[in-house]
Nanobody, 125 residues
Framework: QLQLEESGGGLVQPGESLTLSCAASGIGLDYYAIAWFRQPPGKEREAIACISRVGGTTEYADSVKGRFTILRNNAKNTVYLTMTSMKPEDTGVYYC??????????????????WGEGTLVAVSS
């Protein structure tokens, strides 16, 4: 069993930066590929970034490419999402998710085994 806990959400102004953390407990994080999903108000949850088990592969949604960076530190059982040049449309609840023993970088829900509870990010002036 893996538990995921997001932190670092909050209110920022457009153009500012924010880093989210996803801390894992229960089983070593290196067994899992990790993704960050985002759910804007009134919309469906969408994948925005993923990283493979050993970190060699990352993918980003077009909406965040060039602005967001996903990194993992398996020794600390933590995955980070650094968000720069933030926009109001980045507002939403951000979730980290894990896919067990996966060789892929999960940019969809299909193989996700575990979800965190989410952390709220609001971008507004």
């Amino acid at each position: 069993q893996l538990q995921l806990e997001e932190s670092g959400g909050g209110l920022v102004q457009p153009g500012e930066s924010l880093t989210l953390s996803c801390a894992a407990s229960g089983i070593g994080l290196d067994y899992y590929a990790i993704a960050w999903f985002r759910q804007p108000p009134g919309k469906e949850r969408e994948a925005i970034a993923c990283i493979s088990r050993v970190g060699g592969t990352t993918e980003y949604a077009d909406s965040v490419k060039g602005r967001f960076t996903i990194l993992r530190n398996n020794a600390k059982n933590t995955v980070y999402l650094t968000m720069t040049s933030m926009k109001p449309e980045d507002t939403g609840v951000y979730y980290c998710a894990a896919e067990a023993f996966s060789s892929r970088c999960p940019m969809d829900h299909n193989g996700i085994n575990y979800w965190g509870e989410g952390t709220l990010v609001a971008v507004s002036s």
